[in-house]
């Protein structure tokens, strides 16, 4: 077998036969920076399991995660707390050849369906292991982290090392049997570039006609249905959950019940807002919800403040690497004014009052919180654009698993 340009593929263990490269999670909201790449039973189904090559000329080749390909399989440098120097982990690419450092591949052919993926630049090849071997190359993180071995089901983690000599054991585990998928045909096929998501089935609120949302490329989303290709039961009760921290209150029935959509389930990150404002026709950049006029708002995260004025809040998490971003709040006197860019930073405590839910930089009644995922040290909330790129929503994280 050849590995094409543009097709899919999985990539099975030899050593660990059964167990495809996988990554940690369970869905298109899971994947971000830093994810972890592991070993798990493998499954023809499975869209964690599933890698779209793009060729990068001379610089080998990408793997790009089927259900996020803004993510590309890459190697971590160390600096991320989750993720130990030479770990598997996932990376948000961009399209320097600088970049392909620490995620451009190259395949050696082992056999007429096994390759060895080789991290060309760094002289490092993709190996499996499990905690039980006890490989002295991998951090103690791996015998503690559910995320480095797989959870409770997963077989072990995946690394960069060493190419070792043919036939060694560790030789062995770092070859892999490739799979095309369905034949090239991805069961679940990411948006074309510039195309908008068309996803059906969303439960019924006031925001979807005919139970139907349209995304942006880069949401996560896939076209197809919400619960079923799109894990969004798993999307709703992470929301649920942050709006039960937030506004430090409990909420009765079903998940997606008309009553709970209505107050989080309206306007998930990446969806094209149908306003009579300016933001009518954009993308949104995080996920809204509402309690009442005035109802408290309080932090479901630690970290430095950065900012506290205007319309937002914006809170660094040193270990994640993200600002998480409450916009619309009446900022509570204890914190307005705050922050490290004001050259007066603080640390802000999970449960810590921020302010009231309220429509200060908004107006005209439209009470309600929102919140997003920056990447890196950013205190800024960006202006969403109507543009099907990643020059806007790129500089944000999927926010379902920071909730």
């Known amino acids: 077998m050849t590995i094409v340009n543009g097709r899919t593929y999985r990539f099975i263990n030899v050593y660990h036969n059964g167990y495809g490269l996988n990554i940690y999670g369970t869905g298109a909201s899971s994947i971000k920076g830093g994810q972890n790449v592991c070993l798990y039973s493998e499954s023809p189904t499975d869209s964690m399991q599933q890698w779209e090559v793009e060729e990068r000329g001379s610089n080998g080749y990408r793997l790009h995660a089927v259900l996020k390909p803004s993510y590309v399989l890459g190697c971590s440098d160390g600096s991320i707390s989750t993720s130990y120097k030479n770990n598997a982990h996932m990376y948000m690419h961009d399209e320097t050849d600088a970049d392909d450092v620490d995620c451009a591949v190259e395949f050696e052919y082992v056999g007429s369906n096994q390759v060895r993926i080789h991290l060309g630049q760094k002289g490092l090849c993709l190996t499996a292991t499990t905690v039980a071997e006890n490989d002295a190359e991998l951090s103690n993180n791996i015998s503690t982290s559910a995320a480095l071995r797989g959870g409770k089901e997963g077989r072990g983690n995946v690394y960069w090392k060493t190419p070792a000599d043919e036939g060694s054991m560790t030789w062995k585990k770092q070859c892999w049997e490739v799979i095309e998928v369905d034949g090239g045909t991805d069961p679940d096929p990411k948006p074309e570039p510039g195309e908008e998501v068309t996803v059906t089935g969303m439960p019924d609120c006031w925001a979807y006609t005919g139970n139907e949302e349209y995304f942006h490329p880069s949401s996560g989303m896939v076209p197809g249905d919400f619960m079923t290709k799109n894990q969004g039961k798993e999307i709703l009760n992470k929301i649920k959950n942050f709006y039960e921290t937030v506004f430090q209150t409990t909420l009765t ?140 929503i790129g500089l944000y994280h999927i926010p379902y698993d920071y909730m």
Not at 256 to 266: I, R
Not at 289 to 307: D, E, N
Request: charge should be negative; glycine fraction near 10%.
């Open 253 to 392: 029935g079903e998940v997606d019940s008309l009553e709970n959509m209505n107050k989080y389930g309206y306007s998930l990150f990446g969806s094209r807002t149908v306003t009579n404002d300016k933001f009518n026709g954009t993308y949104h950049l995080g996920v809204d919800m509402t309690r009442y006029h005035g109802a408290p708002v309080y932090s479901a995260h630690a970290g430095k403040l950065l900012y506290a004025n205007s319309n937002r809040i914006a809170i660094y998490d040193s270990d994640k690497k993200v600002t998480y971003l409450y916009l619309h709040t009446d900022i509570d006197s204890s914190i307005r004014g705050r922050g490290s860019d004001f050259n007066d930073p603080i640390n802000i405590k999970v449960g810590q009052p921020l302010g009231t839910q309220s429509d200060v930089g908004l107006g005209n009644g439209n009470y309600h919180l929102h919140f997003e995922v920056k990447d890196g040290e950013n205190s800024v909330a960006e202006m969403p654009t109507n543009s099907l790129d990643d020059t806007v």
